[in-house]
């Protein structure tokens, strides 16, 4: 019986000489340039990572967090005894250039609290020229990839208006690859020519399905805004560029032995990368008003209505009155001007208030109102 325990107890111990347990920190590259992402990895070994918890990353202060925590487990198997591995890794980019710190993790295993040392890393300015060369074939694929399964359409609702006429844009978001909410405008479009202004749309993008191409997309609305053109002939949209978090698959690297290609699973091995993405340009070809305008016309395109009221209709020399002049409907109208009253005799005007309740829905639309002031100096019927 002794014997037993005594080889039962060897056997606990050579196993813990054999497998003790760490928590290390490292980095895919150091130094590293301003515009580079690098992996931060916090790895911790021992017998049974069943028995972790309360992992606590550092404070990347210094860094922009592009994914994380991703979580990986591997196993391994020496002379029957068995140890394994789980890692919690960050892809990061510096905010600045100069010499940081990233702090250390902690983790909670069997009751006991271990910590990482602290990692230095230097940022350098620009970009890392041999991590540019020795990435450049794979670069291109993986764009290649990601440019027939992520793009943004300029989509406008009439190509050939009149001037003046509402023409909506919208830009729609394709994707069938795994995305991050973190996307940023590189360059908003250009509007050269027409009269702009933003349409209301959801400050969360709402994704729905869509066939495009004989493919199936996720589609989501980036922005919407009506045009007004301000010349005839052919004018163009600019494009609208965007930069996208996009989750890829992690280029395999030479040498794996067994239980990396055995836990080589692609929930695991995946990174996030930006992608610059942008949309088509569009041509408006915009048609002239008909020559026949009236007389009268000042610039309204769209359909409106126009009514005035007084406040009061009998009163006394030199008691005010309030004129207003109500302008409704949807098209250009706030680029409508005030319309001309002619005031009889005897009446002294002030300049008019205005104010407005736009609605920036699916068009533009509502109410312009015009408030004159006005008193009468002499007596009698007035029109």
Known sequence: MRIIFYIALNLILLQSILFPQSFVASVSGNPVALDEQFEATFTFSGRDVNKIKNFTPPDFGNFLVISGPNQSTSMQIINGAVSSEISYSYYLQPKNAGKFTIGSASIVYD?????TNPLSIEVKAGRSNANKKGNEQDAAAEDKEIQDNLFIRAVVDKSRPYVGEQVT????LYTRLNIASQMSVSKLPSYQGFWAEELETSSNILFTTEVYNGKQYRVGILKKA???????????ISPFELNVPVQVEKKRKKGNNFFDDFFNDPFFNREMVDYAVKSNSVKINVLPLPEDKPASFNGAVGSFSLSSDLNKKNVKTNEPLSLKINLSGAGNIQLLNIPEVKFPQGFEKYEPKVTDQINRKTEISGRKTFEYLIIPRTSGKKE
Not at 111 to 115: G, I, L, Q, S
Not at 169 to 172: G, R
């Open 111 to 115: 009751d006991k609290t271990y910590k």
């Open 169 to 172: 844009v919208t830009y729609k």
């Open 226 to 236: 009506a045009l007004f053109p301000s010349q005839s002939g052919e004018l163009t």
